[in-house]
């Protein structure tokens, strides 16, 4: 009796391969997502993962929130290894924005910052950031849209221009040469909104804030390192206004130390 269950068990399972192809999979790979959501940190804020399709469509797939120190990790996306993703981090009701400069802010309901992340790895790193922002909205801006080469294009551009690619950054801590690059940068966003740069004179902080991380992103090209962005009647040069307030951030005592390497790093934002 027991020999006979045997055979057929192995034929029952021999039949599932069969009928379905490659649908019955033992041994696929469940792919996750994990980074850091900061501008900067961004605490409880929600977590929202897409499929970007061949078309560029995207597919919510999965959900979750960042945790008190803007971490977050949502595992089981998929499990197509290359699948493209668009991460969205958005407010709810218990998100709170710790601003470099301002201290714990409530954000607008409509603000999203995204990023995109290919699965590489069983567990890939896909950090949310003004720049992440960037590099999808320049590739959203870009003839065909969402396209894998547009992605790829704005990646390299924002990447040439920062010196490392924001999404792959796996902590905001500040302690590695790129981390400290970014913390400069996120401190000068902030710096921007403070002085209402790029037209972003109205409403509370958390407004602003938002205005200007949706100016850098208008301003960004896929295929040039010039940032320029209109606001209303007014042309900005955004280079020029980035480099303002690397400049201010670099007065702060806690940069001090590292201002000359850090001003050497940013030297592709400029006036020119």
Known sequence: MKLHFKFALIFFVSLLVGCGGDSVNLNATSYSLEGFAAKGTLKFATV????????????????????????YKISDVGVTAGQNYVIKIKPNSRTIHVDELLGNQILPADFV???????????TTASVTPFSHMIVEAAKNAQGGLTPAN?????????ELLGFNPITLARNDGISKDALILKVLLTAVSQMAKDGALGCTSGAAADKTKCVINALAAGTSSTSLKLETRFGSQTFNVSCVISTAVSKTLQDTKFQSQSPLLAQALNKFNCG
């Open 48 to 71: 929202e993962v897409y499929i970007l399709d061949a078309n560029g469509n995207q597919i919510l797939v999965k959900s979750g929130e960042t945790l008190e120190d803007g971490t």
């Open 113 to 123: 910052m995204t990023a995109f992340a290919q699965t590489d790895s069983a567990t």
């Open 151 to 159: 992605i790829s294009q704005a990646q390299r551009t924002i990447i």
